[in-house]
C-alpha cells in the first residue's frame, strides 16, 4: 500500500489521536501532538482526504479538541456516531465513510484502535485498515489479511510515503 493506492484516510478518535485524560477546559480527550504532526504530513503535504469517524456520546463534537491542536481545517468530513444515528459497526456507517471519501473502497484506509469497529468491519467493505495498537495485538485477536498493526498514527506517513 502505497500514497497512490490511498486517496482518503479515515480516522478513528479516542484511543487513535488523542491522548487518554480528559482536558476539561474543552471538556474532551485533547488531540496528541504527535498524531496531529502526522494528519498534517498526511493531509497538507500528501494531500490525503482526511474523514473523522467517530463513535461519540452526546456530548462529544471533537471540533474543540481538534481546533485547539490546529488540525480541524485538516478533516473534510466528521462522521460522528451520535448526530447520525447510527454507529460503527453498522455497515450504513461504512456507507457515509465511503460517500465521504469519494473515492472507491479500495483507496481508504481506515485507523483506528478498534479491531472489529475500525479494522475487521471496514475491511469487509473493501477497505484497507491499520488497527493502532501501542502495545501490539492483545491475546487471542487476528489481523485480517491484509490488515496493517502500527503502534501510533505517526507511523502512518513513513508507511504511505514508502509504500
Known sequence: MTQRHIRAIALDYGGTISLDPVDHLIAQKPVDPSAAAALRILGEDLGLRLILASNTLPCETRWPALQQAGIAGLFTAALLSYPLGVRKPDPL????VLAA??????????????LGCDVTAPVTRGMHAALVRPHGLRPAEVLPAGALLIRHVRDLPALLETG
Open 93 to 96: 456507517f461504512y456507507d457515509l
Open 101 to 114: 471519501a469519494g473515492c472507491p473502497a479500495r483507496q481508504v484506509l481506515f485507523v483506528g484502535d478498534n
